[in-house]
């Protein structure tokens, strides 16, 4: 039955044209550390999954770097997938693919063909009954594939009111993406392209406080112009089209040196503006670079995580609150 209501919710993409959530699956966000704070991750975006949270931020990376990623979701009625590769360029450029699949098996198939009489002549006959035996079952998939393009420039910006020069790095980043949808016979593509930037200075500098730390600023367009999903549907001669809405996501993020316990804190804030405004809150915490502890908020719901680092191995755990089921999500990253 749960498998019933899930699909119910996924058929909606088919049967109403131009369907304003048409891209929810992508709401979910990559990435583990993302997922234990809460979302609030754009204007950090300095592993694989800024390919999806904010391109630009690609450009921080700067060792290649690959990651796996696995969740389930609904009460394992969902397995949420993601694979990132990051390469390094010269000129402070950076390159990232992205793989991303939600999908759901086995669901159940109703035929109608039984369906001969109506509901009340089958309650006053019930050898007619329909016995509740699924005639088949069905897979959903949905596939989103990224590469993306990111430039770091460093410059020294002179205010004139100031005996000194600020420091400002700007990071800019460019996303291609081509979405495969199915369910069942049905096939959805279609492509879109998102543009971010993001910039970050020195405190220390700014208010002559040596053990203050960076912040960081960072706007990812998602999707500009709006991103078209064509179906084929089997035996309807005229394509149907959804519509992925245009978003914006705002986002800042302090970064605060404990010099005198070896660590650092992260404190973030994103904000989306699609179907309204939403707001994400983020912390993470670090020590040595090699215990990471994290924890987010997002509307009403809790997110925690860790992350523990070996040689060049990291394992990322979320755990992530939601109204329909909690979620936990575990991934591998190598830097090499």
């Not at 609030?40 to 999954?49: P, Q, V, Y």
């Not at 990812?220 to 549907?233: E, K, L, P």
């Amino acid at each position: 039955m749960k498998k019933i209501i899930l699909l119910i919710s996924l058929l909606i993409t088919i049967n109403l044209s131009a369907s304003r959530y048409a891209g929810d699956f992508l709401i979910i966000g990559t990435g583990v550390r993302a997922a234990g704070m809460g979302g609030a991750f754009s204007a950090i975006a300095n592993d694989g999954s800024a390919v999806y949270w904010n391109a630009s931020g690609l450009s921080q990376i700067k060792k290649t770097e690959a990651s796996l990623m696995r969740a389930y979701l609904y009460k394992n009625l969902a397995v949420y997938d993601n694979f990132t590769f990051c390469q390094p360029l010269p000129g402070d450029v950076t390159i990232g693919l992205n793989w991303t699949r939600l999908s759901i098996d086995d669901i159940p198939i109703f035929s109608e063909e039984w369906l001969v009489y109506s509901v009340d002549y089958r309650t006053s006959h019930h050898e007619f009954n329909l016995p509740g035996t699924p005639d088949g079952q069905m897979k959903s998939t949905d596939d989103v594939i990224q590469f993306a393009f990111a430039k770091h420039i460093h410059k020294d910006i002179n205010l004139g009111w100031l005996f000194f020069e600020v420091p400002l790095d700007l990071h800019f980043g460019i996303t291609i993406k081509y979405i495969n949808r199915n369910i069942a016979e049905n096939t959805a593509n279609g492509t879109g392209f998102d543009f971010s930037v993001m910039a970050k200075t020195d405190l220390a500098l700014l208010f002559e406080k040596n053990w203050l730390g960076k912040i960081k600023f960072s706007t990812n367009f998602q999707d500009v112009g709006g991103t078209d999903i064509t179906w084929i549907v089997e035996d309807d001669f005229s394509n149907r089209t959804d519509e992925i809405l245009f978003n914006t996501k705002v986002g800042v993020a302090i970064i605060q040196p404990l010099k005198f316990i070896d660590s650092s804190i992260t404190i973030s804030s994103d904000t989306d503006y699609i179907y309204g405004k939403s707001q994400h809150f983020g912390m993470e915490y670090y020590y040595k670079n090699i215990l990471g502890l994290r924890t987010g908020y997002y509307n009403e719901h809790i997110s925690a995580g860790l992350s523990l680092k070996f040689y060049n191995f990291t394992i990322d755990y979320a755990f992530v609150t939601n109204s329909l089921a909690n979620t936990n999500r575990i991934g591998l990253t190598l830097i090499f």
